[in-house]
T-cell receptor
Framework: AQRVTQPEKLLSVFKGAPVELKCNYS??????LFWYVQYSRQRLQLLLR??SRESIKGFTADLNKGETSFHLKKPFAQEEDSAMYYC???????????FGSGTQLTVLP | DSGVTQTPKHLITATGQRVTLRCSPR?????VYWYQQSLDQGLQFLIQ???????AKGNILERFSAQQFPDLHSELNLSSLELGDSALYFC?????????????FGPGTRLTVL
């Protein structure tokens, strides 16, 4: 079965500091990995996906198949980045998104 | 707005009742997914439809059912409601239902069971 683990429930950083949100997954095949962001329990918005390899709002994520990780990084956090971040995956055997438990990021002024 | 829409935004009802949540997918999307978000269980997949047919089932209770209509909108029916069914219910849509598709989410319906 596929599984996504986000070890940090809460993460606080100061504005301008680097931020890294951790995501590890377990799946034996080749999954698709996503990061979704949710502001104040609004709709989930796609932040980025590994296949597109693009940077959105300054965030990047690298898929490390050896470590089965897909950590989200931003070099300089902004206050507007404060939100809940979910790592998720899909696979050929399960088209639905399997979500991690989420990390609540707070960027302090 | 060509995004995913959901109605109603909020629903307050009593235990034992039945409710229907409605979702309209993005224009051109054929696949619809339902997810439940609760404080204790997090985000959980319920069910997926593609062009009117059930494609995948997740942790959906027998008291819950769904369908996708010819115009591609979908409804999630929740019956014999219990306090624990209180949650945010999201609908998402994608173009073809492939695992490589991006799923776009609606604003959700917040269900409160009293």
């Amino acid at each position: 079965a596929q599984r996504v683990t986000q070890p940090e429930k809460l993460l606080s950083v100061f504005k301008g500091a680097p931020v890294e949100l951790k995501c590890n997954y377990s799946y034996s095949g080749s999954p698709e990995l996503f990061w979704y962001v949710q502001y104040s329990r609004q709709r989930l918005q796609l932040l980025l996906r590994h296949i597109s390899r693009e940077s959105i709002k300054g965030f990047t994520a690298d898929l490390n198949k050896g470590e089965t990780s897909f950590h989200l990084k931003k070099p300089f956090a902004q206050e507007e980045d404060s939100a809940m971040y979910y790592c998720a995956l899909t696979s050929g055997s399960a088209r639905q998104l399997t979500f991690g438990s989420g990390t609540q990021l707070t960027v302090l002024p | 707005d060509s995004g995913v829409t959901q109605t109603p935004k909020h629903l307050i009802t009593a235990t034992g009742q039945r409710v229907t949540l409605r979702c309209s997918p993005r224009s051109g999307d054929l696949s619809v997914y339902w997810y439940q978000q609760s404080l204790d269980q997090g985000l959980q997949f319920l069910i997926q439809y593609y062009n009117g047919e059930e494609r995948a089932k997740g942790n959906i209770l027998e008291r819950f059912s769904a369908q996708q209509f010819p115009d591609l909108h979908s409804e999630l029916n929740l019956s014999s409601l219990e306090l624990g069914d209180s949650a945010l219910y999201f609908c998402a849509s994608s173009q073809a239902g492939f695992y490589t598709d991006t799923q776009y989410f609606g604003p959700g319906t917040r269900l409160t069971v009293l």
